[in-house]
């Protein structure tokens, strides 16, 4: 299978070292220049719960040079919020049988990409496995839990079932779901709970448990989103509040990953998790205080920190 991961971040670096591995795919990834040179020069290596150095994966800055390559399959693996123009980078190289498999956290993602490719040739999916990128080239896997995969058209189950396989064969725990917006909604439940309230004490997961007043404020914030659910008729297959807290205990040694786009000074994910939630409340007529609440101050704190990581590189390159 010819493979493309669009993104190759942490979650995208881990899928492609995984899918390179199988000698049944042909893996190339579009990264940032500084991960590019990485894997050019010394391949990907992971570490953590898995352990492989895997020297045969191409890499590009931009999708420039493969656009008349055929693709079975692409992984977007950027962000939530890169999504749109990565959707219309990638657009050119979509064929009648390339697969789009969307792998975001979040709510809406598909949405950006339907606006221009094809509902058929798109697949969305949610990953319970949890890697960082320690440095360039270098990747660590910190959870492998499964990946769950959904179409948003019927015509493309066959592809599905074939990429699952494959899958399967490179090491990855996977299933397939005929809701795949009930697995998104309950994953996007449990870290619209957890995120926020890490990023804004700075805790790790298991001590967001310590106090009783914030599990209270963590289960009310789950359960308007559940409320949200339910408006739009959406099933939840498992009790998020109680999922939210096995999470976090799960996980207690953990910096959500919100927090630490924060510590680097990057832009977080929040409008795609209590933002929408707080949105979808709004056009539905539900009540959602405290998502609205903890957007905001996730925002205004991922603003001014993004100010002083810009002022920090100024600085170290007047320095250096």
């Not at 725990?173 to 990023?199: C, H, M, R």
């Not at 739009?232 to 498992?238: F, G, N, S, T």
């Not at 994910?269 to 707080?278: F, Q």
């Not at 007529?285 to 993004?306: A, C, D, Q, W, Y």
């Amino acid at each position: 299978m010819k493979i493309l991961v669009m993104g190759a971040g942490s979650i995208g670096s881990l899928f492609a070292g995984l899918l390179a591995c199988n000698n049944e795919n042909d893996v190339t990834i579009v990264a940032r220049e500084f991960q590019v040179k990485a894997v050019k020069s010394y391949g990907l290596k992971i570490k953590g719960l898995i352990e492989k150095t895997v020297k045969n994966i191409k890499a590009e800055t931009s999708v420039q040079p493969l656009i008349k390559e055929a693709w079975d399959l692409i992984l977007l693996t950027v962000k939530a919020y890169s999504v749109s123009e990565a959707s219309k980078q990638i657009s050119p190289l979509i064929k009648e049988k390339t697969m789009v498999l969307c792998l975001q956290n979040g709510i809406g993602v598909e949405d950006e990409v339907l606006k221009v490719i094809r509902k058929e040739n798109i697949i969305r999916g949610v990953t319970f496995c949890g890697a960082f990128l320690e440095k360039p080239g270098i990747v660590v896997s910190t959870g492998f839990g499964k990946t769950i995969l959904g179409g948003l058209s019927q015509k493309n189950y066959d592809n599905i079932l074939d990429i699952a396989e494959n899958f399967k064969n490179s090491g990855f725990y996977v299933e397939i779901s005929d809701n795949i917006q009930s697995i998104v909604w309950t994953k996007t439940l449990v870290n619209a709970g957890i995120n926020p309230y890490g990023t804004l004490t700075g805790m790790r997961n298991g001590e967001l448990l310590e106090y009783e007043d914030l599990k209270l404020l963590i289960a009310e914030t789950v359960l308007e989103g559940v409320r949200v659910a339910d408006k739009l008729k959406i099933p939840l297959p498992e009790d998020p509040v109680d999922l939210t807290f096995k999470t976090a205990k799960a996980t207690a040694e953990n910096f959500n990953s919100m927090l630490q786009d924060i510590k680097r000074g990057r832009r977080t994910e929040i409008d795609y998790i209590n933002g929408a939630i707080s949105r979808l409340g709004s056009s539905t007529g539900v009540s959602t205080p405290l998502n609205m609440l903890l957007t905001f101050l996730v925002k205004r704190l991922e603003k001014n920190t993004m100010v002083e990581e810009l002022w920090r590189r100024v600085i170290h390159q007047k320095i250096s």
